[in-house]
């Protein structure tokens, strides 16, 4: 008996041995790599933040300067104001829009997969090749315009009004991303249980207190998904205003993508342009946190 | 009830319409580049097709020191190359901190977690610095060697493995399976969804990167299509016929791949709700 027992322990010993030599094997190599390719840009990143550099000369420690000179800097601050007045077309655009998208989806009768293809396809689109064709799509003389102007007698100068520019690339993103978020909140949407509105219905609610008590409150969590997710793609935006606008009109789409660009490689400041980029990262996760703190509940489906 | 059916059915055309305005872009690129450029931005229909502008990619190109059919290549070596790698290392490294009981894996577990945090633009420029110390600028090895791995796909793996009863595993190694058979033979196809969500993000991701591509390659030769195709746009924006074949070529892979994983793809979406 003791021997039957013993060999299936032993042997299970033995595997643990192997299995942890294997593990090591495995993972040290990885940490090999993921220190050279990931912890030493880290360091880097810090050293860089506060030291003065042109990719040629010692790096000078500098303290907190490359962080000070940002509150002196009028394009940093244009940049800021940029970011929020993209957030503010955006994030209603993107909520509402994905929101009803999710809605109707729910109610489809019959051709649910080429509508679901349709907006996805929008998302795996390449960044480069969409931005050149709407370019190209909504130029001032282009084929939108010459629609407008047939209709109304109007053409509209999309990408050279600053804020008719800033709407034009959030209708992009929007066009962009509409499909994928709104995927997400249809899955929030149906972990709803339908008991639930049974139940509103039979105490004699609206459709209104349905959605506005029901609804909405139950896919708070996806809501506050797609709202993180796209705060955290404004602060990105790089490859749209790059090609489309070139940071114009009046550097008013101007990204903390584009500035640390040219910061580098245009003004060859490598410092200064690492400590914006690590600044960005911090304002977006300061508003991402905002965001949590403030609107996401605990929902529970009991 | 039977006015809530009428309501369905006008939600669903509805809705199918605003699909074809939602592909609409893409029907008006894809006809486009087969019109004379003098028609693409005033009819819809074209009158006549050609070929001309795909000629010019293909042909004339070369003599504008912009090589199309080499980036076009160029773009997919680099993105199948990224995307093998991270599935292979993201199994590997996934079933050690998921299925092996030791501690060092629990710790690199969290860290994986921890290194999502940080969005990769803060890394760029100390990147940039690193691969010009390795006198990497303007190699392939620049734009596949930073990407060989992936924390986010080390994360999905190692969830999916988790999921795996631990009887599966004895019972292989009762029969004397090694690790690799475990992990590349009974694992991988038991989370072949996540291998295929995480092959489609990454080759969709290194396919349309465009930031890191225009800071460390200057070499046309070597350049992925994105880079080269808006620099053509820079230099070359009168060109819009080749411009906006360029566009099509660009494209195709990625819509081909998502239509082929486009089931993955729905399952990848519920997957980043948990």
Same mark, same amino acid.
């Given at each position: ?48 933040? /506060?030291?003065?550099? *042109? /990719? ?9 300067? *490359? /962080? ?151 896919? *708070? ?82 | ?274």
């Amino acid at each position: 008996m003791s021997r039957m027992g013993s060999g299936p322990v032993n042997k299970r010993s033995k595997f643990g041995r192997k299995e942890r030599i294997f593990g090591y094997s495995v993972i040290i190599p990885y940490v090999a790599y993921t220190a050279i390719f990931w912890g030493y840009p880290f360091v880097w990143m810090l050293i860089l933040a /506060f030291t003065k550099w *042109n /990719f040629f000369s010692k790096p000078r420690f500098v303290w907190f300067d *490359n /962080f000070l000179k940002m509150f002196t800097d009028k394009v940093f601050l244009q940049i800021i104001l940029n970011t929020l007045n993209f957030l503010a077309y955006l994030i209603p655009m993107i909520l509402i829009s994905s929101l009803l998208f999710a809605l109707a989806l729910k109610k489809v009768k019959f051709g649910r997969t080429f509508i679901m293809l349709s907006f996805l396809v929008a998302n795996v689109s390449s960044g480069v090749a969409y931005s050149l064709l709407f370019s190209n799509l909504f130029a001032v003389n282009g084929p939108v315009n010459r629609v407008f102007d047939a209709l109304f007698g109007v053409t509209i100068p999309w990408f050279s009004n600053p804020q008719l520019a800033i709407f034009s690339i959030c209708l992009i993103i929007t066009w962009k991303f509409m499909g994928y978020y709104g995927l997400i909140l249809y899955a929030g949407l149906q972990q709803i249980p339908q008991s639930l509105y049974e139940a509103a219905e039979l105490d004699g609610a609206n459709k209104k207190v349905l959605f506005w008590k029901i609804t909405l409150p139950l896919i *708070n969590p996806s809501l506050v998904t797609v709202t993180v997710l796209a705060i955290m793609l404004t602060f990105g935006i790089f490859t749209e205003p790059y090609l489309i606008t070139g940071g114009g009109p009046m550097q008013r789409t101007t990204t903390f993508m584009i500035y640390m660009y040219d910061t580098a490689f245009k003004r060859i400041d490598p410092s200064y342009a690492t400590t914006v980029a690590v600044v960005t990262a911090l304002l977006s996760y300061g508003l991402v946190t905002l965001i949590r703190k403030t609107f996401e509940r605990e929902v529970s489906f009991v | 009830m039977k006015k809530q059916e009428i309501g369905a059915y006008i939600i669903t055309i509805l809705l199918i319409f605003l699909a074809i305005i939602w592909i609409y872009p893409y029907i008006w690129l894809f006809i486009s580049s087969f019109k004379p450029a003098e028609d693409i931005y005033t009819t819809f229909w074209p009158k006549s097709l050609t070929l001309d502008h795909y000629k010019f990619i293909f042909i004339m190109a070369n003599r504008f020191e912009r090589p199309f059919v080499r980036a076009f290549l160029n773009s997919l070596f680099i993105s199948t190359t990224v995307t093998f790698s991270v599935i292979i290392t993201s199994a590997l490294v996934g079933y050690a901190i998921s299925r092996i009981k030791f501690k060092t894996g629990q710790v690199l577990f969290n860290f994986t977690i921890w290194q999502m945090l940080f969005p990769g633009f803060m890394f760029m420029i100390p990147l940039f610095v690193l691969i010009r110390n390795f006198n990497w600028l303007n190699t392939y090895k620049a734009l596949i060697v930073p990407s060989l791995t992936s924390a986010w796909g080390i994360f999905m793996f190692a969830q999916a493995f988790k999921t795996i009863p631990e009887d599966y595993v004895d019972a292989a190694r009762m029969d004397g399976a090694n690790d690799f058979w475990i992990i590349f033979r009974l694992m991988f196809p038991l989370a072949g969804s996540t291998a295929s969500i995480v092959g489609l993000f990454t080759f969709i991701g290194i396919w349309d990167n465009f930031l890191w591509p225009l800071m460390v390659m200057k070499d046309y030769n070597k350049m992925p299509l994105s880079v080269l195709l808006a620099s053509f746009n820079h230099e070359y924006a009168s060109y819009i016929g080749p411009i906006l074949a360029g566009s099509v070529i660009q494209t195709i892979p990625m819509v081909l791949i998502f239509l082929l994983l486009r089931k993955y793809f729905l399952q990848g979406i519920s997957m980043s709700l948990r």
